[in-house]
């Protein structure tokens, strides 16, 4: 299993941004070794939704609620993913959350909470 810890959560106003980062350790040779990683959110009363995903292969899909303001990332030197945050909305708030796909195994992290004022 692959352990994943979040980081990078916090306040911001309206049309702020935000870095998360997602640090990958445990049974890996490196983050290139995991099929697909992604971010999901879950806010207050909602169901958890996909946010954005990436492959080994560095393909990218988003949501399309964030398409045009989010970037996900990853640095395979140091094993971490990242997700870039602009122009971020209200409706943005939640707690976000990191996956990791390799093979049969999927892994969460904790999550970070992200709240996002008007």
């Known amino acids: 299993q692959v352990q994943l810890v979040e980081s990078g959560g916090g306040l911001v106003q309206a049309g702020g941004s935000l870095r998360l980062s997602c640090a990958a350790s445990g049974n890996i040779f490196s983050i290139n070794s995991i099929n697909v990683m992604g971010w999901y959110r879950r806010a207050p009363g909602k169901q958890r939704e996909l946010v954005a995903t990436i492959t080994s292969g560095g393909s990218t899909n988003y949501g399309d609620s964030v398409k045009d303001r989010f970037t996900i990332s990853r640095d395979s030197a140091k094993n971490t993913m990242y997700l870039q945050m602009n122009s971020l909305k209200s409706e943005d708030t939640g707690i976000y959350y990191c996956?990791?796909?390799?093979?049969?195994?999927?892994?969460w992290g904790q999550g970070t909470q992200v709240t996002v004022s008007s």
């Open positions: 996956n990791a796909v390799r093979g049969p195994i999927t892994s």
